[in-house]
């Protein structure tokens, strides 16, 4: 057997990188060439394709970014296979892989075909953080159809599957065309927060968006000048900077959670169209980057802060049980939370904390929740330098939300902490964490 040795192309991944690594990467691109309700001009299902082979020719490099964005770590997977059957078996499969995706702590950027798609990134988004964040759509049609030739996930409905169905908070940009039923469901319902064309500003956009977003673009909401390869293109739509001003600012003050864009219709011998579409989505990625070293950066702060502090909040001894796939069983001779953060550092793969709440939140509580990265505090009482605290490390926290309803809330684990401000004995302290729900994976 000859073996071969010569000098081959980019590799057929997003960005053409030589070494993919799904361990490393914290981008996983999931290409999805999904197309069966287009009703005018087609061709979506090939725009995975064409996104990826446009990347391959970038430049790794990032001008704005001064970096090469790719370090984040990017992993391409197999292109999804539709489902013939039906829309709903491939927006289930979607959603399959997304949840995967997300189970492994990366963030997924997926690549349509048609919008329809969506929905099945959303409810898996939705599975892991409940109606903990929000939607923003890119767009030049709201989507909001109830139903559209026969069918409930045309790709004219997917935003009203998102808001009816999983019943989540929607922010719609770009929008220049929709149905009279859509305009009249969009007065009746008041759901979603709707800017047509360009009568936005960034700070109207990022006042209606919670502290998690999930982006979903379709390609149109571009006008049709820069972007003609969509099935449906409508004109007055957005310009480059405009896109991309509204993202870079979520990315600034808010966590990009996952992406998608959908929509691209390739025109054979045109590649600007496509190459903007990856060009968009290696910006979106940077953007990601630095939200995420800000964030690390933030959380090293305060956590060494904490160690500084924890003393202060207890005197009492500490001898405690965790039960896992063993029965651990850890005492210190050390005193109150220092012992327990101590055995927090050891076993921390263990903690899925998501929510602390405290009848009063002090600075120590804030502290807490960024040491175990919780994702919300609740209170009905919170202190000025909490507050502080929380929104350095991008912490929701809501300090008036009754207490049953927390505690009722399905699908969240909570670790109620009380009077951790003040001496407590540990004891009694950790089993309230232990009793709240399960704090232990």
Same mark, same amino acid.
């Not at 060009?279 to 630095?290: C, D, E, V």
């Not at 004891?427 to 232990?440: A, C, G, P, T, V």
């Given at each position: 057997?000859?073996?071969?040795?010569?000098?081959?192309?980019?590799?057929?991944?997003?960005?053409?990188?030589?070494?993919?690594?799904?361990?490393?990467?914290?981008?996983?691109?999931?290409?999805?060439?999904?197309?069966?309700?287009?009703?005018?001009?087609?061709?979506?299902?090939?725009?995975?394709?064409?996104?990826?082979?446009?990347?391959?020719?970038?430049?790794?490099?990032?001008?704005?970014?001064?970096?090469?964005?790719?370090?984040?770590?990017?992993?391409?997977?197999?292109?999804?296979?539709?489902?013939?059957?039906?829309?709903?078996?491939?927006?289930?499969?979607?959603?399959?892989?997304?949840?995967?995706?997300?189970?492994?702590?990366?963030?997924?950027?997926?690549?349509?075909?048609?919008?329809?798609?969506?929905?099945?990134?959303?409810?898996?988004?939705?599975?892991?953080?409940?109606?903990?964040?929000?939607?923003?759509?890119?767009?030049?049609?709201?989507?909001?159809?109830?139903?559209?030739?026969?069918?409930?996930?045309?790709?004219?409905?997917?935003?009203?599957?998102?808001?009816?169905?999983?019943?989540?908070?929607?922010?719609?940009?770009?929008?220049?065309?929709?149905?009279?039923? $859509?305009?009249?469901?969009? /007065? #009746?319902? %008041? !759901?979603?927060?709707?800017? *047509?064309?360009?009568?936005?500003?960034?700070? =109207? @956009?990022?006042?209606?968006?919670?502290?998690?977003?999930?982006?979903?673009?379709?390609?149109?909401?571009?006008?049709?000048?820069?972007?003609?390869?969509?099935?449906?293109?409508?004109?007055?739509?957005?310009?480059?900077?405009?896109?991309?001003?509204?993202?870079?600012?979520?990315?600034?003050?808010?966590?990009?959670?996952?992406?998608?864009?959908?929509?691209?219709?390739?025109?054979?011998?045109?590649?600007?169209?496509?190459?903007?579409?990856?060009?968009?989505?290696?910006?979106?990625?940077?953007?990601?980057?630095?939200?995420?070293?800000?964030?690390?950066?933030? $959380?090293?702060?305060?956590? /060494? #802060?904490? %160690? !500084?502090?924890?003393?202060? *909040?207890?005197?009492?001894?500490?001898?405690? =049980? @965790?039960?896992?796939?063993?029965?651990?069983?850890?005492?210190?001779?050390?005193?109150?939370?220092?012992?327990?953060?101590?055995?927090?550092?050891?076993?921390?793969?263990?903690?899925?904390?998501?929510?602390?709440?405290?009848?009063?939140?002090?600075?120590?509580?804030?502290?807490?929740?960024?040491?175990?990265?919780?994702?919300?505090?609740?209170?009905?009482?919170?202190?000025?330098?909490?507050?502080?605290?929380?929104?350095?490390?991008?912490?929701?926290?809501?300090?008036?939300?009754?207490?049953?309803?927390?505690?009722?809330?399905?699908?969240?684990?909570?670790?109620?902490?009380?009077?951790?401000?003040?001496?407590?004995?540990?004891?009694?302290?950790?089993?309230?964490?232990?009793?709240?729900?399960? @704090?232990?994976?």
């Amino acid at each position: 057997m000859r073996n071969f040795s010569y000098p081959t192309l980019e590799p057929y991944n997003f960005g053409g990188l030589e070494k993919q690594n799904y361990k490393s990467s914290k981008i996983v691109i999931v290409p999805v060439p999904y197309e069966s309700t287009t009703y005018y001009q087609s061709g979506a299902k090939e725009g995975p394709w064409a996104i990826i082979n446009a990347s391959r020719h970038m430049e790794g490099f990032d001008i704005e970014q001064k970096n090469d964005i790719s370090k984040i770590g990017i992993f391409t997977l197999e292109e999804l296979e539709p489902s013939k059957n039906s829309p709903r078996e491939t927006i289930l499969r979607v959603e399959n892989v997304i949840s995967n995706i997300l189970e492994d702590e990366k963030i997924p950027i997926m690549l349509g075909g048609e919008h329809s798609i969506t929905l099945g990134a959303v409810s898996a988004f939705k599975k892991k953080y409940s109606r903990e964040f929000s939607v923003l759509q890119f767009d030049a049609h709201s989507d909001l159809r109830d139903e559209f030739e026969g069918t409930k996930f045309h790709h004219g409905c997917v935003m009203r599957r998102v808001v009816d169905d999983l019943r989540l908070p929607i922010t719609q940009v770009g929008v220049r065309s929709m149905s009279m039923a $859509e305009e009249d469901f969009l /007065k #009746e319902s %008041k !759901k979603s927060n709707i800017f *047509f064309g360009k009568q936005f500003s960034i700070e =109207e @956009i990022m006042g209606t968006l919670k502290e998690n977003v999930y982006i979903t673009l379709d390609l149109d909401v571009f006008d049709p000048s820069i972007m003609p390869s969509v099935g449906t293109p409508e004109p007055g739509g957005l310009t480059w900077e405009d896109v991309l001003g509204v993202i870079r600012e979520v990315g600034k003050n808010k966590n990009i959670i996952g992406v998608d864009v959908v929509e691209l219709s390739p025109i054979p011998g045109l590649i600007a169209p496509d190459f903007l579409a990856a060009k968009l989505i290696y910006k979106i990625i940077g953007f990601i980057s630095n939200s995420i070293s800000l964030n690390q950066q933030k $959380e090293s702060v305060l956590k /060494k #802060e904490m %160690k !500084k502090n924890f003393e202060i *909040f207890s005197e009492s001894q500490l001898e405690l =049980e @965790i039960w896992s796939d063993d029965k651990i069983v850890f005492r210190s001779d050390k005193q109150g939370l220092a012992g327990l953060m101590e055995f927090i550092e050891k076993y921390n793969h263990k903690f899925k904390h998501s929510i602390i709440f405290d009848k009063k939140a002090g600075r120590g509580v804030a502290l807490l929740a960024a040491y175990l990265n919780v994702k919300m505090v609740y209170a009905k009482i919170g202190s000025d330098s909490a507050i502080e605290t929380l929104k350095e490390a991008n912490i929701d926290f809501d300090f008036k939300e009754n207490v049953p309803n927390i505690l009722n809330k399905k699908g969240t684990d909570i670790c109620p902490i009380e009077k951790l401000s003040i001496s407590h004995n540990a004891d009694e302290f950790y089993k309230l964490l232990k009793e709240s729900r399960q @704090i232990i994976s």
